[in-house]
């Protein structure tokens, strides 16, 4: 092809308004094309703005830990370095009342009082225990559900323990007792359940609990508070006091101070059990 050149600018001009001409594209619309593309290429993306309740709850809140490795700790939001789950924020809260946004919304039925059952089972050590002869009977104690391949709400839940277990200290084992009930037990051994546990750094006062499928899923049902089957299994955690006969419900995932203060009114006699019913999620 041959390559025309116009010395004349003007011309060069009307040469190019012709050609477009007969495109059926018009100079002014080229030219606002040209000026729009322009635009594009000089304007700087826009950045998402974290939301502004996030920043501020992060900028409050003192250290981040991973739900399935409570062990590890940060100052600042990020991947744990074992197994690269996000770090879960954690929250102090020590008022009291908020205690009661803890209440489970699982339903209105009944804490399970004396309705527990003296089942067989086995413990993280293989050992035979009674359900409510060697665990519960005159103690105040602390119940969750949970199976060691679940991927969801269960680390959350051990971690919720585990901090639950810390900020009791001393009193665990001793004042306060833990039960986790596998709602798997032809999956969960105790040698699992034990393995499972170690990840939280479970003591001597945090029991786990399986054994024969049947004798758990009447466990489960007497307790009426988790499905026989894994895939329905909540968050619920009862809190209860054995020798006074006071039971509660309340939400697992819910801020470890929350727990605790449903613990100490346990401890003292003074559960509010007709504010079962509310939770808070947060």
Known sequence: MRR?????????????????????????????????????????PKVAEPPADTVARAAAAGEYTCPMHPSVVSKAAGKCPKCGMSLRLVEHEEDAHDAHDAHDKAGDDAA?????PDLELLDQDGRKVRFYSDLVKGKVVVINFIFTTCTTICP???????????????RTGRDVHFISVSVDPVTDTP?????????????????????????????????????????????????????????TRAYGLAKPSQIVQLI???????????????????
Do not use: M, Y
Not at 266 to 275: D, H, I, M, P
């Open 264 to 282: 100490n009114d346990a401890a003292a006699g003074k559960l509010n059990t007709s504010t079962a019913g509310t939770t808070s999620k947060e």
């Open 191 to 247: 040698e699992r359940l034990k393995a499972w546990g170690a990840k939280f750094k479970a003591g001597a006062g945090w029991t786990f609990v399986t054994g024969d499928k049947p004798q758990v899923d009447a466990l489960l049902r007497a307790l009426a508070s988790s499905s026989a089957r894994r895939e329905d299994h909540s968050p619920t955690v009862l809190i209860g006091n054995d020798a006074s006969g006071q039971w």
């Open 4 to 44: 025309i050149s116009f010395s004349n600018t003007s011309c060069a001009l009307a040469v190019a308004a012709l050609l477009l001409t007969l495109s059926g594209v018009s100079p002014s619309a080229h030219a606002q094309r040209r000026s729009t593309a322009k635009a594009r290429k000089v304007a700087s």
């Open 112 to 116: 399970p009082g004396k309705a527990i």
């Open 156 to 170: 959350p839940l051990g971690a919720t323990f585990a901090r639950v277990q810390r900020e009791l200290g001393e």
